[in-house]
């Protein structure tokens, strides 16, 4: 448990090992283009309020995976990680829809508000994913409990900065004439990465009821 552990049992190369694998698994060049399309359709001080939101949302519910991850699937939910996976998996192809038609990561209609996207889809699952969460359930076996923290505390505060930087960051790619061109692909992407989701939870079933069996 993370209560028995010190600093002095901190190992470097197993932070440096999950921060990078949490980094690339929240994904935060994502980010990037999911503030931009939202920049039109919000006022900074909106943006600001959504990018810490989601991130702060996002680490409660990492946090909360990584003590209690079997217990919130198996009895309090009573659902299976791969039924989860596909869920999440179609909310991505839906957002990867949108964008790569309309050129925004999300379209915001009259009655959306902030507070439930910055709930739903972006601190699930656009930070806090299958993947992540998978990891973060993971890891402590692996790592350690305080290292798993750690790196998923530092992974969210990287994967922040760059959302309240994205739109800086935007002005040089519309200066550039790159930002509608990314955006689209990145739709692309996070609906392909949607579809693997989903896939991948399909899998899981199968081999889970004895369906099939893979090597």
Request: aromatic fraction near 12%.
């Amino acid at each position: 448990m993370i209560l028995s552990e010190t600093i002095f049992s901190f190992n470097v190369a197993y932070f440096v090992s999950a921060f990078i694998t949490l980094l690339a698994l929240v994904n935060p060049i994502q980010k990037i283009f999911l503030i931009n399309s939202l920049k039109g359709q919000l006022t900074d001080s909106e943006l600001r309020y959504i990018s810490i939101k989601s991130s702060l949302t996002a680490f409660i519910i990492l946090l909360l995976f990584l003590f209690l991850g079997n217990v919130i699937f198996a009895y309090v939910f009573r659902i299976q990680l791969y039924s989860f996976r596909i869920t999440c998996g179609m909310v991505l192809v839906y957002s990867g829809w949108i964008a790569l038609h309309q050129g925004v990561l999300i379209n915001l209609g009259k009655d959306v508000r902030i507070q439930d996207i910055s709930s739903v889809p972006i601190a699930i699952p656009m930070i806090a994913g299958p993947g992540t969460i998978t990891a973060t359930v993971t890891f402590p076996a692996q790592y350690g409990s305080l290292v798993t923290v750690i790196a998923v505390f530092t992974a969210l505060v990287v994967n922040l900065i760059i959302m309240l930087f994205a739109k800086k960051i935007g002005s040089v790619m519309i200066k550039l004439n790159i930002l509608s061109p990314f955006v689209r692909i990145i739709g692309l992407i996070i609906a392909t990465i949607g579809i693997q989701m989903i896939f991948d939870g399909g899998v899981e079933f199968l081999k889970m009821h004895g369906l099939i069996k893979l090597a």
